[in-house]
């Protein structure tokens, strides 16, 4: 169902993982995850250590967060974030690199796999895992599944059908070995028998990687039975929750209904690495890889950066040769779904996956056209939605008509907009609509529940 | 022939009275009763449908208006006490009078003053574009230049100025309904109180921004230094969040906080006179001497007041 | 490096415009424009080439003066009207006949709904019928193709238009085929009498193929245009061989493919969703039949498009594509 294929654009596939250098300071957002803030448990002036916790969550849906340097908390302020609006930021200035003592930083592989689902998933909540293929739904939260619900498959998500991005495939290579213990770890907590790498067709090297990898772990250890490699079509949005769902258990996710309905748990495959390193090395979540891309960056200097977080964009772009000339737009993430940067200087987040920079005859918006109905963007859609109705309706504020049509179930993958011939700011307008109904709709499961309990 | 000519007659005239019969009788057995006040109360109203009132049209806040017994929760701002007055005599309620108000824009980032820091591309609402980002200068809280309150104006009152990328309000169309405080994301535009002969002051910014973030962003921003606040005399000026407000209940339009303010971040509107800054200034810097020296004075002598008591008690 | 571009997401494009899914269309129908020129000669190329510099003309004074705006000739939809318009015509049509048509197809049919996308009939169809119901005379009389630099204009009647004579002198559909000697290898390659466009059942299969190939249309309007066409007059043929004209015969004559692989397909005037198309196509299909058998009109296609047309805004109402996890 749906879907474009845009190129490839994989630049940086053949670019090593590389730890950048310590910035002279980080700034460490207090809202890395969906859901409450987390709150700063450390004061200014305050000396911390690599891993130590800096912020406890703010409600059951949200995560800690580490220092991710050694040295001296020198704020706790609002800052700008990549999009200029504010946020509160812990800044430290860097002194030296000093880890926690109980942090494991040796390279050797820790295979064995404890039995209790219950102490290794407080490790992960402690660690603040949380989702690295975007959205940063804190990992706990989604591991403790509500009870009556049974997961029946595990998908790790190696799609990385974005174009250009490659960290997710960097790490599939690098860290395979890593990668498969943590979903077996994730296997373990959920208590589920199958586990399911999806990736891409387009890398084969990884498929081949993993598959090995597997096979070597089964010989060890029975808790590496049940996990296979899956190849997917190449198509972008497949990475999307839904559709890798629908694509390796031929099953459909409900609208507004959780993967879980279906017995499925997805999780990226940079999120099974931190549950690794988290639970077999006590290490939290305090880097990430970053690919920083783009065609006008030139050869030379496309890079997949670990890079710890809080570290400001414009250090690591420092570090990728600066800002090239022809480029005019930076993006945090891919090129479909990737937030616009307007503050180079903002610091990076968990989710931050890469900067990827793009010339203005790559990315600027061709001049609008009248619609010609050629139905391009609803073949496109991979939820099945009709976006050139939606616009329609969104354009004129029908609400109810908006609801009736679905625009709830719209994950913004901007495959309308990408096969629009006549350039429609399809997405724009269908953005903004599904935030005006799912307002209603919450205001109305809110008037609903009110009305029950009285 | 003269038969057809009959038949033709005849059946048509039957047919016209079945017909006639059955819209009258469907009429009669879809008849809605209502409250004929709330027809009357309706005719009165603008008409505009504007929702400025706080109902879905003019219908539904007549027959609010009916039902609920009384006036309070209805005021219709575009048809204003006149109106108001009017629906009061036809239900036997009373109505208190309200000062008429008008929306004023409280965004002084023209593009002289608020230089770009970033090119939108994208689709042109402000409720995209405040999604996408902050905004295309270093102000996050200022206007974005869009219009969505110019197309949310049913009354073409509001307007883009192309010279200074910001909204104009047309005082002579505007009826305060609201719409456009509404649409706007980024929350600058107010319902104010129109004021005597339509003279009023107010703080043309909402960036709260610490002062040198502030000016950096916008020449004209106000920076909260808090100048307004101690010049007024009416204790009408706030300043939180580092941004000042006037509120228009306690103003009496003096305009010293105008000519004191260091970024030209408080504007007079319809003052028949030109404010001469410099007088005003001196004035107020001469009264606030003055103030100084007599409080000075004052503690002076409550000082020496103090010390006699002292050594007086110390004599004692 | 100069102020930082800021858009929502996506930001980047497929590669594919208006303009050059139109361009698309227009070298599609070349190969069947070349054949026609071929056939009839240097008047045809006069007929296409009034068609198309007309509707583009048209377009630009009514956007310009008219409406006000920057003019859209550039994005080829006009020349795709101006070049199916062309091919609807008789190879013998005086030049201002052209003129009124591409007038009545982009003035009336296209700029006066709004534009390109804003029509609910086909520009080029409505031209056509235009010219058809007020021209009459001009715009039937045929004549058989003779050659790029042929003198001898022969007169002759279009396949459809001698059955339906021959029918109302009374003789049976097996008597007609055989005085006319018609075959159905000529017929495909060319050589009836007709409209420059219903010339070269190959020229225009390759310009559609081109387009799957493309992937300019989808095939399936196309498809149940074809399938109903087959069963139907498949069923009425079986029933009565000698009142009723064969399904291939159907298929290869009149406007059937021309109709079927290009105007049928526009985008504009039909349906969006695969469910709706198929209901379209069969639509046509049927009703061309009927007229073809019944009507007085020897030839349907258009008249069944544009009644097709008529019903695509409910077809895009009741049918829409199935949604992800809802029923």
């Given amino acids: 169902m749906g879907g474009v294929h845009p190129d490839d654009k994989k630049i940086s596939r053949n670019c090593k993982l590389e730890a950048l250098p310590l910035p002279p300071m980080v700034y460490i957002s207090v809202s890395q995850h969906i859901g409450a803030p987390a709150k700063p448990i450390v004061a200014v002036g305050d000396k911390v250590k690599v891993g130590q916790p800096i912020a406890e969550p703010g409600g059951f849906v949200s995560a800690y967060i580490h220092s991710s340097v050694s040295g001296t908390v020198k704020s706790i302020a609002p800052g700008l974030d990549m999009q200029g609006n504010k946020q509160t930021y812990i800044g430290i200035q860097v002194e030296g690199d000093e880890w926690e003592e109980n942090i494991d930083r040796s390279d050797t592989l820790v295979t064995d796999i404890p039995d209790d689902g219950k102490a290794m998933l407080e490790k992960v909540r402690l660690a603040g895992c949380v989702g690295l293929g975007g959205a940063t739904f804190p990992a706990h939260v989604k591991f403790s599944l509500a009870p009556g619900k049974k997961c029946e498959c595990l998908i790790i998500n190696g799609c990385e059908c974005e174009p250009y991005l490659t960290s997710d495939f960097r790490t599939l290579l690098e860290k395979g070995e890593q990668v498969v213990i943590g979903a077996a770890i994730e296997k373990q907590i959920l208590g589920v028998d199958k586990c399911v790498f999806g990736i891409e067709d387009n890398k084969p090297e990884a498929i081949a990687h993993i598959a090995e990898v597997i096979e070597k772990l089964r010989k060890l250890s029975p808790k590496y039975e049940g996990i296979s490699v899956m190849p997917l079509m190449k198509k972008y949005p497949e990475g999307g929750e839904k559709q890798l769902i629908d694509a390796v258990m031929h099953r459909q996710v409900k609208s507004g209904g959780l993967p879980i309905d279906v017995g499925a748990v997805v999780s990226n495959v940079c999120t099974a690495l931190s549950v690794y390193e988290a639970v077999q090395k006590n290490k939290p979540v305090i880097d990430n890889s970053v690919t920083v891309t783009g065609d006008c960056l030139g050869e030379d200097n496309q890079h997949n950066f670990v890079v710890r977080v809080g570290t400001p964009l414009s250090f690591i772009i420092d570090h990728a040769g600066g800002v090239p000339q022809t480029a005019s737009k930076a993006i945090a993430g891919g090129p479909m779904m990737g937030r616009p940067i307007s503050n180079l200087d903002a610091p990076t987040v968990k989710g931050t996956g890469a900067i990827l920079f793009l010339t203005r005859e790559q990315t600027a918006r061709r001049p609008q056209g009248n619609c010609i109905r050629c139905g391009r963007c609803a073949s496109a859609c991979p939820m099945g939605l009709e976006p050139f109705l939606l616009y329609r309706l969104g354009t004129h504020d029908m609400l109810d008509e908006l609801e009736k049509n679905a625009v709830q179930d719209c994950i913004g993958c901007g495959c309308c907009l990408y096969s629009c011939p006549a350039n429609i700011p399809l997405l724009d307008v269908i953005n903004q609509a599904k935030a005006a109904v799912m307002g209603v709709m919450k205001a109305r499961r809110a008037a609903t529940k009110a009305a029950q309990t009285k | 022939m003269s038969s057809i000519v009959i038949w033709t007659i005849v059946v048509i005239s039957v047919l016209g009275l079945i017909l006639a019969a059955v819209l009258y009788l469907v009429a009669e057995r879809f008849k809605v009763e209502e409250d004929p006040r709330i027809d009357e109360v309706e005719k009165t109203m603008p008409g505009a449908n504007c929702g400025g009132c706080g109902y879905a049209g003019c219908h539904a806040f007549a027959v609010a208006a009916v039902q609920n017994g009384n006036l309070d929760k209805n005021y219709c701002p575009v048809g204003g006490n006149d109106v108001m007055k009017k629906v009061a005599d036809i239900l036997g309620y009373k109505v208190e009078e309200k000062a008429p108000m008008i929306a004023v824009v409280r965004c002084n980032g023209t593009c002289q003053f608020r230089p770009k820091v970033a090119e939108y591309d994208g689709y042109p609402s402000c409720k995209v574009k405040a999604a996408t980002f902050s905004g295309d200068t270093l102000c996050a809280q200022g206007c974005l230049g869009c219009g969505d309150c110019v197309s949310a104006c049913q009354f073409d009152a509001i307007h883009m100025n192309p010279e200074t990328g910001l909204p104009e309000v047309d005082q002579s169309k505007c009826v305060a309904c609201g719409a456009c405080v509404k649409a706007c994301p980024k929350h600058i535009i107010e319902l104010r109180a129109k004021g005597p002969r339509g003279m009023r002051m107010f703080v043309s910014c909402m960036n709260q921004d610490k002062g040198p973030a502030a000016k950096k962003a916008c020449a004209a921003a106000c920076i909260g230094c808090g100048i307004c606040e101690k010049t007024c005399r009416f204790g009408a000026i706030t300043v939180t969040n580092n941004i000042a407000y006037i509120d228009f209940n306690k103003c009496k339009l003096c305009r010293e906080c105008e000519a004191m303010c260091p970024t030209g971040a408080i504007h007079d509107v319809n003052f028949p006179i030109a404010l001469d800054k410099a007088a005003v200034k001196a004035r107020v810097m001469e009264r606030q001497k003055k103030e100084r020296e007599a409080a000075a004075a004052a503690k002076a002598a409550a000082n020496e007041s103090a010390a006699s008591a002292e050594t007086l008690s110390a004599t004692n | ?327």
């Fill in chain 3, 1 to 327: 490096m100069n102020k930082l571009l800021v858009s929502p997401s996506p930001h980047i494009h497929a590669d594919v415009s208006t303009k050059s899914l139109m361009r698309d269309v227009v070298i599609a129908l070349a190969p069947a424009a070349i054949v026609s020129i071929v056939f009839y000669g240097w008047h045809e190329l006069l007929v296409l080439a009034v068609s198309v510099l007309s509707c583009l003309l048209f377009e630009y004074l009514i956007t310009r003066f008219m409406m006000k705006k920057p003019s859209t000739i550039g994005d080829f939809s006009a020349a795709v009207t101006g070049l199916l318009l062309g091919l609807n015509l008789p190879s013998t049509i005086p030049w201002w006949i052209v003129v009124i048509g591409a007038l009545v197809a982009i003035g009336v049919a296209k700029m006066s709904f709004g534009g390109l996308g804003q029509n609910v009939f086909n520009p080029a169809l409505v031209g056509r019928v235009f010219l058809l119901v007020s021209y009459p005379s001009a715009m039937t009389k045929w004549v058989m193709p003779q050659g790029l630099f042929g003198v001898d204009a022969v007169s002759g009647a279009t396949p459809l238009g001698a059955i339906k004579e021959g029918l109302l002198a009374g003789q049976t559909v097996p008597q007609i085929m055989d005085a006319n000697g018609y075959d159905y290898a000529q017929m495909l390659f060319a050589n009836i009498g007709g409209t420059a466009g219903e010339v070269s059942a190959i020229a225009l299969l390759l310009g559609f193929i081109y387009l799957l190939v493309r992937r300019v249309v989808k095939p399936y309007i196309t498809l149940s245009i074809w399938g109903t066409v087959a069963l139907v007059s498949l069923i009425f043929w079986l029933a009565s061989p000698e009142r009723f004209t064969d399904p291939a015969f159907n298929l290869l004559t009149g406007g059937m493919i021309l109709g079927s692989c290009f105007m049928a397909t526009d985008y504009v005037t039909s349906p969006m969703s695969v469910k709706g198309g198929i209901i379209f196509g069969i639509g046509i299909g049927f009703i061309t039949l009927m007229i073809r058998y019944f009507g007085s009109y020897p030839e349907g296609m258009s008249f069944a498009i544009l009644i097709m047309n008529a019903v695509v805004p409910l077809l895009n109402m009741w049918f829409h594509q199935k949604k992800y996890g809802r029923a």
